[in-house]
């Protein structure tokens, strides 16, 4: 992972994760291979309410149990991700918001972060990722292989 030593997963890796129950999966290869490699992870704060609002989401329609939902927030919040959250973030994600054209600045916030921290950008969005490529060339795409 070239000369990085610090990952920025957004909430789709995390959340992939979260629910895959197979430990040969590639996703938890990935996540194993950082942990192995002693890669410090960040994100924004935002990174907590998006996992727990997709978790939330899946119990309200019935495609994850309740208890299943704790048991993975706890696992989220084990995953060590130090969270970022301040104003020059937030300003910092509306410029780039801006700049790339992007709808919102959800996403930006995680882009504002990896920039700072010199970090690889993880994600499983293709049309983020196309909408900064080939310039950022520090975002990278996750493509979930058939698990």
Known sequence: MNNFSTICPDASL????????????DIVSLW????????????????????????????RHGRLPDKDVEIA???A????IKTIGDIFLHRRA?????????PATYDAHYLAVAERYQAQFWT?????VSAVEPDLKWVRL???VEE
Do not use: C
Request: charged content about 20%; hydrophobic content about 50%; aromatic content about 10%.
């Open 124 to 128: 499983m969005d293709k049309r983020l």
């Open 14 to 25: 995390v959340i992939h994760l979260l629910l895959n129950d197979d430990p040969d999966a």
């Open 73 to 75: 927030l706890q696992l």
């Open 94 to 102: 509306v410029t780039i918001a801006r700049q790339w054209r992007l």
């Open 32 to 59: 194993k291979g950082w942990h192995l490699a002693k890669y410090s992870l960040v994100a924004p704060t935002l990174i907590f309410y998006e996992v727990s609002n997709v978790l939330h989401q899946y119990a």
């Open 77 to 80: 919040h084990r995953l060590n």
């Open 142 to 144: 996750w493509a979930a």
